[in-house]
């Protein structure tokens, strides 16, 4: 663990703050030393920090659109911490990265942005990663339509009232549309605060479509 950095963030997040540590947990058992990942909605940037300072070697390249960009790069600005790469612009709308990475990590977006995006994200996610490279997803699901908790199912009508387009995402529909881009689902496991971390591995040639998921 390299040192905290501590940092006054703008639009801070409670949950980003709660919910951090144990998703380094995960990821550290995720991720070999000397990672290149990609954060797609990094927000105030907060996970971002934490996860540079907590995984060893990683390097971290945060991204997002408006209106998150501007604080994401005000609040990175002065940050000089090994690993933590400058904001790039990305919305999963126009994929345009070029890039590798082994992995790439996205928390609490899928419910933001509306359905129609998420087939392009997962092309997007792909085209980044090799065989074996892994896409972790955080935030809340249904599982066949159902959803998880009471309070999941007010933060959906919440989410709806704000943009219709918003909502809670079926998990059955996150693996069919990863499944098309040779992501299948190795690991689900439940979080706090009523969320899951998604693993996805990208098939490889050796594969053969017989990777265990769920
Ligand atoms: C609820 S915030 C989550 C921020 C952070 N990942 C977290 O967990 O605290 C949703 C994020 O999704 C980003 N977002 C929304 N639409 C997007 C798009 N089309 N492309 C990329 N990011 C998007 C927002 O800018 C915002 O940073």
């Known amino acids: 663990m390299r040192n905290e950095v501590s940092v006054n ?3 801070f997040s409670n949950a980003a703050d709660n919910n951090k540590q144990f998703i380094a947990d995960v990821l550290r058992s995720l991720l070999v030393s000397g990672a290149r990942v990609l954060e797609i909605g990094s927000g105030s940037g907060q996970h ?3 996860f540079v300072n907590q995984l060893d070697e990683i390097i971290w390249q945060p991204a997002d659109k408006e209106p998150y960009f501007d604080a994401l790069e005000r609040n990175l600005k002065g940050i000089s911490l090994t690993g933590l790469e400058k904001p790039i612009y990305l919305d999963v709308a126009q994929f345009d990265i070029t890039e590798r990475f082994d992995a790439v990590f996205c928390a609490n977006v899928m419910h933001i942005i509306s359905a129609d995006l998420i087939p392009g994200l997962m092309a ?3 085209s980044l990663l090799d065989g074996g490279g892994l896409f ?3 935030g809340p699901y249904k599982y066949q339509g159902a959803f998880t908790t009471e309070s999941n199912e007010r933060f959906d009508g919440w989410l709806k009232a704000n943009n219709v387009l918003s909502g809670i995402r079926d998990i059955e529909l996150i693996k069919s549309k990863a499944n098309i881009q040779q992501l299948k689902l190795i690991d689900d496991l439940p979080m706090p605060a009523n969320n899951q971390l998604l693993v996805f591995r990208k098939l490889d040639e050796n594969d053969n479509g017989t990777v265990s998921s769920f």
């Open 9 to 11: 963030f703008e639009c």
């Open 136 to 138: 972790i997803l955080y």
């Open 48 to 50: 971002a920090v934490h």
């Open 124 to 126: 997007g996610v792909a």
